[in-house]
């Protein structure tokens, strides 16, 4: 009962330091970088649902990111759409294409399907750099308005345009996103859903249709991405077509990665780790005038998979789990 | 108008036959391995910074050859070690994620590295005949494109014989069809992995060297050639050498005369509108014989 106690305080105050966070440390950049963590942290996980939980290794996600986040600014720009209806519509929209990729997962897998999501999002990303008269080509779309104050009785009126403000909208829709993610995983869907993952012919015959289970978990996925993609184009106010490339998906994975693939918290450690781990490398690099960052990167990518393949959270759990993937 | 047409062919079988080059190796390494190697092209990338460093020592067209030689045999012995210590060590896990991660974080960090080490800005491997130009009755060229495709198709050529008529060319193919049949056969199998390992490898370092003399050379030029070599393996059925050779050519054709014709923004997207259009009706492969899942 007292260690029940014990946690429970624990949760609280670890609750109350996150929201806390940007009054604790009042400097904008690191303000910024929380609030990019927090769009990386939905991003993360909407990527681990499809290939940590369901085996389906997708390396176009950047694809279904820069959907959501080219629908909403366009929405916003070209028909002034609120960009709070923005949000979910770039998330439909581009859990619409995750039809275009769920439809091959029916019978692909493994290196083929990879090779296929690559092809769908280098695809769109040529689209979006040569279809100048709708997304401007490579200079992008620029002016995006921010999101939209709230008005709140008694005249109080909130604007979104700080990254303090912001922050706690991120945090909002993070800690929505994993709420969600949760009950999916731990619901007869994610079930499913891992057991697909084990064994796509068993699961078959004790009655899982796959094929419906994977269209749906790449549209969810999708969403997810779509909705983090239109918080960026709100936050940032300034997209271009560098939003759909390879190395914004390697990003991704890489996070997931370090912090721990198909576990739930894995993605959020990896999004906030190397967020910042990222922005330290950046001030290293300043000192040793040398790109140093994505190198790196690589190296902690081909160390978590040789040598810690539960990655960060994998460190903190017992042995007994085993390997997943 | 015809000329024009017939000139784009040849241009695109030129491509072609080095496209070939670095998707066998590819294909090889997938056959006989299972590893879908997304660092494939950056060992494209090793093998042309090779050969820009080592091409200036000598002159003339004995040094382009020569370049050639270092290039393979840099890239194949920086294959064996990847090989042996990064993706040995996954293969008794056999799970297609980690390999493919493992080969992403590989290209990540030779992507970079090769930024760091040789610079951002692209190259030209000197070409050692000055670009000299060559008509024939209707098509023209320069002397070393047409000296980059008769040395791919005679290394095309001397590869078919060695997995054809030696004993450790069988012995890769045996291991590609059957591993547990080929390791009763009493066929060294951790050899034979490093072997094919190897000369993928140096097959790639070689198709560098020529994409490097056609196109240019510069740290993220590897990407391209790894997403055709995927985009070629997919369209002859991954693991089939004869599909390579064939797909090779199919993607140098189509991708001119869709640069040409269609749109040249695009010229990149119809390797993967191949690959996408091949998976989603033929997922074998032109050649495949059985579906491999």
């Known amino acids: 009962m007292n260690r029940k106690l014990f946690k429970l305080s624990l949760i609280i105050l670890g609750i109350l330091f996150i929201l806390a966070l940007p009054f604790i440390i009042q400097d904008r950049y690191f303000q910024h970088l929380l609030v990019l963590s927090g769009i990386f942290i939905i991003l993360t996980s909407s990527w681990n649902l499809l290939a940590g939980y369901s085996g389906l290794l997708n390396l176009g996600h950047a694809a279904f990111y820069g959907i959501g986040g080219y629908s909403s600014a366009l929405l916003a ?44 999002s280098e695809i769109l990303r040529l689209v979006s750099m040569n279809w100048v008269d709708l997304t401007r080509g490579s200079l992008g779309l620029y002016g995006i308005p921010p999101l939209t104050s709230l008005k709140l009785p008694k005249g109080i009126l909130i604007k979104f345009v700080s990254e303090q403000n912001f922050y706690y909208v991120v945090i909002i829709f993070a800690s929505l996103t994993l709420f969600i993610i949760r009950r999916l995983v731990y619901s007869e869907f994610g079930i499913s859903l891992r057991s697909m993952r084990e064994d796509e012919m068993g699961s078959e015959s004790i009655g899982i249709d796959t094929s419906r289970y994977k269209l749906t978990v790449f549209m969810i996925s999708a969403f997810f991405a779509g909705f983090a993609g239109a918080l960026y184009a709100h936050y940032v106010r300034l997209i271009s077509p560098e939003m759909l490339s390879l190395s914004e998906t390697f990003t991704v994975l890489t996070m997931v990665m370090v912090g721990g693939l198909g576990t739930l918290y894995g993605p959020v450690v990896g999004a906030v780790v190397l967020t910042f781990l990222s922005e330290g490398l950046r001030f290293l690099e300043d000192i040793v005038k040398l790109n140093i960052r994505f190198v790196i990167y690589g190296a902690l990518l081909m160390t978590t998979i040789l040598f810690m393949r539960n990655g960060i959270v994998g460190l903190f759990q017992k042995k007994t789990q085993g390997t997943k993937g | ?128 005949l000055d670009t000299k130009g060559i008509n024939l009755i209707f098509f023209s060229t320069s002397m070393i494109r047409l000296l980059c495709f008769l040395f791919s198709v005679t290394t095309i050529f001397l590869l078919q ?9 069988v012995a890769i193919r045996a291991t590609s069809q059957n591993r547990n049949a080929a390791l009763l056969m009493g ?107």
């Open chain 2, 187 to 293: 066929i060294n199998i951790s050899f034979i992995y490093s072997i094919t390992f190897v000369v993928g490898s140096a097959l790639a370092g070689l198709g560098g060297v020529l994409y490097g003399t056609i196109f240019a050379v510069f740290p993220m030029m590897g990407a391209m050639p790894t997403l055709k070599a995927f985009a070629i393996t997919i369209l002859g059925g991954m693991g089939n050498i004869r599909g390579a050779i064939f797909g090779g050519f199919i993607l140098g054709v189509a991708e001119t005369l869709g640069g040409n014709y269609i749109s040249m923004q695009y010229k990149n997207a119809i390797g993967f509108i191949i690959i996408i259009l091949v998976l989603l009706i033929i997922p074998q492969g032109l050649f495949g014989g059985k579906q491999k899942k």
């Open chain 1, 77 to 120: 720009l070209k028909l002034g759409l609120s960009p709070w209806i923005g949000l979910p519509l770039g998330g439909i929209i581009s859990s619409i294409f995750g039809i275009f990729l769920g439809i091959p997962s029916f019978r692909l897998s493994g290196p083929y399907l990879a090779i296929t999501t690559i092809g769908f």
């Open chain 2, 1 to 128: 108008m015809e000329s024009l047409f017939l000139q784009q062919v040849l241009n695109g079988i030129i491509v072609g036959s080095v496209y070939c080059l670095v998707a066998i190796g590819l294909t090889m390494i997938f056959g006989v391995m299972r590893i879908a190697n997304f660092a494939h092209g950056d060992f494209s990338m090793l093998g042309a910074y090779f050969a820009i460093y080592f091409v200036v020592l000598i002159s003339g067209w004995v040094g382009w050859i020569s370049a050639l030689m270092v290039a393979a045999v840099g890239v194949g012995v920086i294959g064996f070690f990847v090989e042996r210590f990064l993706f040995r060590p996954l293969l008794t896990r056999w799970t297609d994620i980690d390999i493919i991660m493992l080969s992403i974080g590989l290209f990540i960090f030779l992507e970079n590295g090769a930024q760091l080490v040789f610079g951002t800005a692209p190259k030209m491997i000197v070409d050692p």
């Open chain 2, 161 to 169: 014989m060695f997995l054809t008529k030696t004993k450790m060319g």
